[in-house]
Every structure is written in C-alpha cells, then in structure tokens.
T-cell receptor, first 116, second 114 residues
C-alpha cells in the first residue's frame, strides 16, 4: 500500500533541544516537501527537495534543517534556533516535472510538535 | 508572487443544505488549481484539481469546483452536505513557472450542523 508516513504523530520537546521529524514515502516520487501549519493559517513551505542530495529553502527555512540521502526519506530537524516551533508539520511528495507543469502533491498524516 | 484568498474562515451550514467555499487567486498567468480537505489532526487529501480543459471539475465526495479565469476564482461547491463533510478546506494554486510549488490559502472551516 503506497503512501507517506510521518513519525511520531505527537512530539514534545523542551526549549533548547533539537528534534528530528521523520518522513518516508514509497510512491517512488523524486520531489518531497515540508510544510508548517499554524492554527487558522494555511500551509507554509519550509524546505523542498527535487532530487536526492539536493534541497532548497522555502519561505520559512530559518531554524530548520533537512537532509535527502535517500529517495524515500526526507527528515526535518527543528533546531533550537527556531523561535516558535510549536506547530503541525506536514510532509508531502510528488513526481518531479523538470519540463514544467504541475502534478498533485500527496501528504502524510502530520506530526504535531509541542515545545514545553 | 502568487497569493490565494479564501474569503471565509468559517462556514456553518445545516446538514443537507448546499454550500459554496470561495477561493480567489492573484496570478494572471496560466494557473493550476487545487482543493484539499483536512480532517482533524490529519494530513491533506486531494478533493479535486484543475489543470486544463473543462472549467467545471468534479471531485471526490460529491464536490465540484468551477474555474473562472475572468474573476480569478475557483469556488468549491456541494449541493447537499453531510455531517462527515465537517473539516478544513484549503485552496492552492501553482503555475507553469513555479515548478511544482503550491501557494495555499488560509483555509475555510466547514461546520455542518444536524
């Protein structure tokens, strides 16, 4: 059964600690994305990756880091430099359209991060 | 840069009534438009998308949307809602130059009352 998994579903962290959110997909997609969702707001792009070993900053990358060592995996680290990390984090993937155009982004179930 | 406006943050409606969730976008170039639904504490699920062709797009769960280029709108409609339609709905837009990047609206919470 193809899809995107994110773990854990709920995560608690003390201030000053780094934490890593997992995102795995078995859809054979080249492109992967991380979004942040705050109450009453839309999704904001943190980072995206179009191919293994390459990634780009999105609109709100400060305080976050990513890696893309495998096609299936795109972990997100929330560092202590992120001033307000409490949020719902969503991972997505899609095929990569190098020649332009667009295709559907498929989303994982999300991780809710709470900083205590 | 593109922007997407969902004019209503909340829409209360009674069960079996029709509903329209409004979405307007700013881009003047060729656009691709999406509606996603999010149930509480879950990810986003694609309802429907407009890439080209017929301006009336039908999606899952009885939803449909109409692309109106002159009004830069992509409103979502359902003729008769169910309690199970209670969720957050997001409109998103991309264009040819944006790669596969999506710009999301702020979301509309649909609250279906018995």
């Amino acid at each position: 059964d193809g899809g995107i998994t994110q773990s854990p579903k709920y995560l608690f962290r003390k201030e000053g600690q780094n934490v890593t959110l997992s995102c795995e997909q078995n859809l054979n997609h080249d492109a992967m994305y991380w979004y942040r969702q705050d109450p009453g707001q839309g999704l904001r792009l943190i980072y995206y990756s179009q191919i293994v070993n390459d990634f780009q900053k999105g609109d709100i990358a400060e305080g976050y880091s990513v890696s893309r060592e495998k096609k299936e995996s795109f972990p997100l680290t929330v560092t202590s430099a992120q001033k307000n990390p409490t949020a719902f984090y969503l991972c997505a993937s899609s095929i990569e359209l190098l020649a332009g155009g667009v295709d559907t982004q498929y989303f994982g179930p999300g991780t809710r991060l709470t900083v205590l | 840069a593109q922007s997407v406006t969902q004019l209503d943050s909340q829409v209360p409606v009674f069960e079996e009534a029709p509903v329209e969730l409004r979405c307007n976008y700013s881009s003047s170039v060729s656009v691709y438009l999406f509606w996603y639904v999010q149930y509480p504490n879950q990810g986003l699920q694609l309802l429907l998308k407009y890439l080209s062709g017929s301006t009336l797009v039908k999606g899952i769960n009885g939803f449909e949307a109409e692309f109106n280029k002159s009004q830069t709108s992509f409103h979502l409609r359902k003729p008769s809602v169910h309690i199970s339609d209670t969720a957050e709905y997001f409109c998103a837009v991309s264009d040819w130059n944006a790669g596969n990047m999506l710009t999301f609206g702020g979301g509309t919470r649909l609250m279906v009352k018995p």
